[in-house]
Protein backbone atom coordinates (compact mmCIF):
# COMPACT_ATOMS: atom_id res chain seq x y z
CA UNK A 1 0.00 0.00 0.00
CA UNK A 2 1.10 3.54 -0.91
CA UNK A 3 0.29 6.68 1.42
CA UNK A 4 1.19 9.98 -0.35
CA UNK A 5 0.15 12.92 1.94
CA UNK A 6 1.23 16.00 -0.54
CA UNK A 7 1.10 19.05 2.10
CA UNK A 8 2.27 19.32 5.35
CA UNK A 9 2.05 22.60 7.31
CA UNK A 10 3.76 22.09 10.41
CA UNK A 11 7.19 22.55 9.16
CA UNK A 12 9.07 25.51 8.04
CA UNK A 13 8.23 25.96 4.77
CA UNK A 14 6.27 23.16 3.13
CA UNK A 15 6.83 19.64 2.90
CA UNK A 16 4.73 16.23 1.38
CA UNK A 17 5.53 12.31 2.86
CA UNK A 18 5.45 9.20 0.81
CA UNK A 19 4.77 6.26 2.76
CA UNK A 20 5.41 2.37 1.11
CA UNK A 21 3.51 -0.39 3.46
CA UNK A 22 3.96 -3.93 2.58
CA UNK A 23 3.04 -6.62 4.69
CA UNK A 24 1.87 -4.41 7.82
CA UNK A 25 5.52 -3.24 8.06
CA UNK A 26 6.84 -0.14 6.70
CA UNK A 27 8.88 -0.75 3.98
CA UNK A 28 9.80 3.07 2.62
CA UNK A 29 9.31 6.58 3.79
CA UNK A 30 10.23 9.79 2.35
CA UNK A 31 10.63 13.02 3.15
CA UNK A 32 10.72 16.08 1.09
CA UNK A 33 10.63 19.93 2.42
CA UNK A 34 11.24 22.54 -0.30
CA UNK A 35 11.19 26.56 -0.50
CA UNK A 36 10.13 27.94 -3.96
CA UNK A 37 12.77 30.42 -4.92
CA UNK A 38 12.39 33.62 -3.59
CA UNK A 39 15.09 35.78 -5.60
CA UNK A 40 16.20 38.05 -3.25
CA UNK A 41 19.92 37.95 -4.63
CA UNK A 42 18.15 39.10 -7.83
CA UNK A 43 16.28 42.33 -6.53
CA UNK A 44 19.05 43.33 -4.58
CA UNK A 45 21.13 44.27 -7.20
CA UNK A 46 21.51 47.43 -7.63
CA UNK A 47 20.12 49.08 -4.32
CA UNK A 48 21.66 50.87 -1.97
CA UNK A 49 23.77 49.23 0.53
CA UNK A 50 21.57 51.03 3.42
CA UNK A 51 18.51 49.30 1.53
CA UNK A 52 19.95 45.56 1.87
CA UNK A 53 19.40 44.57 5.63
CA UNK A 54 16.05 45.75 5.68
CA UNK A 55 15.05 43.76 2.82
CA UNK A 56 16.82 40.79 3.53
CA UNK A 57 15.00 40.87 6.72
CA UNK A 58 11.64 40.13 4.80
CA UNK A 59 13.42 36.36 3.93
CA UNK A 60 11.35 35.24 7.47
CA UNK A 61 9.03 36.23 9.80
CA UNK A 62 10.73 34.02 12.25
CA UNK A 63 14.67 34.85 12.10
CA UNK A 64 14.30 38.16 10.64
CA UNK A 65 17.29 39.64 13.12
CA UNK A 66 19.29 36.55 11.66
CA UNK A 67 19.40 37.65 8.14
CA UNK A 68 19.62 41.49 8.93
CA UNK A 69 22.37 40.77 11.17
CA UNK A 70 24.58 38.70 8.36
CA UNK A 71 24.06 41.80 5.78
CA UNK A 72 25.09 44.31 8.46
CA UNK A 73 27.87 42.49 9.04
CA UNK A 74 28.64 41.40 5.49
CA UNK A 75 28.66 45.45 4.44
CA UNK A 76 30.32 46.31 7.48
CA UNK A 77 33.14 43.76 6.18
CA UNK A 78 33.31 45.36 2.83
CA UNK A 79 33.29 48.94 4.34
CA UNK A 80 36.15 47.55 6.77
CA UNK A 81 34.12 48.95 10.05
CA UNK A 82 34.61 47.39 12.64
CA UNK A 83 31.40 48.03 15.16
CA UNK A 84 31.89 49.09 19.14
CA UNK A 85 31.72 46.33 21.65
CA UNK A 86 28.49 48.01 22.66
CA UNK A 87 26.96 47.50 19.02
CA UNK A 88 28.29 43.79 19.53
CA UNK A 89 26.63 43.13 22.94
CA UNK A 90 23.16 44.46 21.80
CA UNK A 91 23.53 42.84 18.57
CA UNK A 92 24.36 39.53 20.30
CA UNK A 93 21.17 40.25 22.86
CA UNK A 94 18.65 40.29 19.77
CA UNK A 95 20.25 37.37 17.80
CA UNK A 96 19.62 35.51 21.75
CA UNK A 97 16.19 36.85 21.67
CA UNK A 98 15.01 35.76 18.14
CA UNK A 99 16.51 31.91 18.76
CA UNK A 100 14.16 31.85 22.10
CA UNK A 101 11.35 32.92 20.08
CA UNK A 102 11.96 30.38 17.29
CA UNK A 103 12.55 27.86 19.42
CA UNK A 104 9.09 28.33 22.17
CA UNK A 105 7.30 28.85 18.29
CA UNK A 106 8.84 25.24 17.77
CA UNK A 107 8.76 23.32 20.83
CA UNK A 108 5.11 24.53 21.73
CA UNK A 109 3.61 25.27 18.19
CA UNK A 110 5.15 22.80 16.29
CA UNK A 111 6.33 19.93 17.66
CA UNK A 112 4.06 19.05 20.84
CA UNK A 113 0.89 18.66 19.41
CA UNK A 114 2.40 15.49 17.43
CA UNK A 115 3.94 14.06 21.20
CA UNK A 116 0.11 14.79 22.27
CA UNK A 117 -1.24 13.16 19.07
CA UNK A 118 -3.36 16.06 18.26
CA UNK A 119 -3.23 18.24 14.83
CA UNK A 120 -1.93 21.11 16.06
CA UNK A 121 -2.12 23.89 19.00
CA UNK A 122 -5.85 24.46 18.47
CA UNK A 123 -6.44 21.57 19.70
CA UNK A 124 -4.55 21.68 22.61
CA UNK A 125 -6.10 24.28 23.99
CA UNK A 126 -9.06 22.63 25.83
CA UNK A 127 -6.68 20.56 27.38
CA UNK A 128 -3.71 22.06 27.89
CA UNK A 129 -4.58 25.74 28.49
CA UNK A 130 -1.54 25.89 31.55
CA UNK A 131 1.00 25.16 29.19
CA UNK A 132 -0.57 27.41 26.08
CA UNK A 133 -0.51 30.60 28.61
CA UNK A 134 2.74 29.52 29.68
CA UNK A 135 3.86 29.66 25.73
CA UNK A 136 2.21 32.69 25.45
CA UNK A 137 3.98 34.28 28.39
CA UNK A 138 7.44 33.47 27.66
CA UNK A 139 6.94 33.71 23.92
CA UNK A 140 5.97 37.71 24.18
CA UNK A 141 8.41 38.01 27.12
CA UNK A 142 11.15 37.15 23.80
CA UNK A 143 9.14 39.04 21.44
CA UNK A 144 9.47 41.88 23.90
CA UNK A 145 12.93 41.62 24.18
CA UNK A 146 13.06 42.24 20.51
CA UNK A 147 11.26 45.13 20.49
CA UNK A 148 13.31 46.47 22.87
CA UNK A 149 16.57 46.35 21.15
CA UNK A 150 15.58 46.39 17.46
CA UNK A 151 12.15 49.00 17.50
CA UNK A 152 9.55 46.24 16.87
CA UNK A 153 9.26 42.57 17.66
CA UNK A 154 8.97 41.72 13.65
CA UNK A 155 11.20 42.53 11.49
CA UNK A 156 13.79 45.40 13.75
CA UNK A 157 14.11 48.66 12.80
CA UNK A 158 16.88 50.23 15.01
CA UNK A 159 19.43 47.97 14.01
CA UNK A 160 22.08 49.64 10.76
CA UNK A 161 25.33 49.37 9.42
CA UNK A 162 27.42 50.86 12.24
CA UNK A 163 25.37 50.25 14.87
CA UNK A 164 21.95 51.71 15.87
CA UNK A 165 19.65 54.79 15.28
CA UNK A 166 18.42 54.25 19.09
CA UNK A 167 19.01 52.07 21.91
CA UNK A 168 17.19 51.95 25.04
CA UNK A 169 17.64 53.38 28.33
CA UNK A 170 19.22 51.91 30.95
CA UNK A 171 15.89 52.14 33.09
CA UNK A 172 14.02 50.06 30.06
CA UNK A 173 16.20 47.36 30.38
CA UNK A 174 16.61 46.75 33.75
CA UNK A 175 13.13 46.71 33.90
CA UNK A 176 13.01 43.79 31.25
CA UNK A 177 15.49 42.41 32.89
CA UNK A 178 13.33 41.97 35.90
CA UNK A 179 10.41 40.73 33.78
CA UNK A 180 12.60 38.06 31.98
CA UNK A 181 13.61 37.02 35.68
CA UNK A 182 9.80 36.67 36.76
CA UNK A 183 10.02 34.05 34.39
CA UNK A 184 12.24 31.30 35.54
CA UNK A 185 9.63 29.23 36.75
CA UNK A 186 7.97 28.88 33.46
CA UNK A 187 11.29 28.53 32.06
CA UNK A 188 11.73 25.35 34.38
CA UNK A 189 8.37 23.90 34.00
CA UNK A 190 9.37 24.30 30.10
CA UNK A 191 12.47 22.29 30.96
CA UNK A 192 10.45 19.57 32.92
CA UNK A 193 8.15 18.82 30.63
CA UNK A 194 10.51 18.50 27.56
CA UNK A 195 12.66 15.86 29.62
CA UNK A 196 9.59 14.18 30.83
CA UNK A 197 8.19 13.67 26.86
CA UNK A 198 8.18 10.28 25.88
CA UNK A 199 10.16 9.99 22.57
CA UNK A 200 10.06 7.60 19.74
CA UNK A 201 12.61 5.41 18.75
CA UNK A 202 13.72 6.58 15.51
CA UNK A 203 17.54 5.12 15.94
CA UNK A 204 18.60 3.62 11.71
CA UNK A 205 21.54 1.61 10.74
CA UNK A 206 23.51 4.25 8.86
CA UNK A 207 27.22 4.46 7.95
CA UNK A 208 28.99 7.49 8.98
CA UNK A 209 31.81 7.71 6.70
CA UNK A 210 33.37 10.86 8.66
CA UNK A 211 33.46 9.74 11.82
CA UNK A 212 36.73 8.73 13.61
CA UNK A 213 36.55 6.37 16.98
Not at 74 to 79: G, L
Not at 147 to 158: C, D, E, I, T
Request: with cysteine; net charge neutral; hydrophobic share 45%.
Amino acid sequence: MKIDINYIARVEGASSVKLEIEGGKLKELKLNIWEPPRFFEGFLVGRKFDEVPDIVARICGICPVSHMTTAIRAIENAFGLTPSPEVKIIRKILALSQILSSHLAHLYVLALPDFFRLNSIVEMLPHFDKEIKRFLRLKEAANSITALFGGRALHPVSMVVGGFTKVPSKADIEKAAKELESLHGDALETLTMVSELKYPALENHAEFVALKG
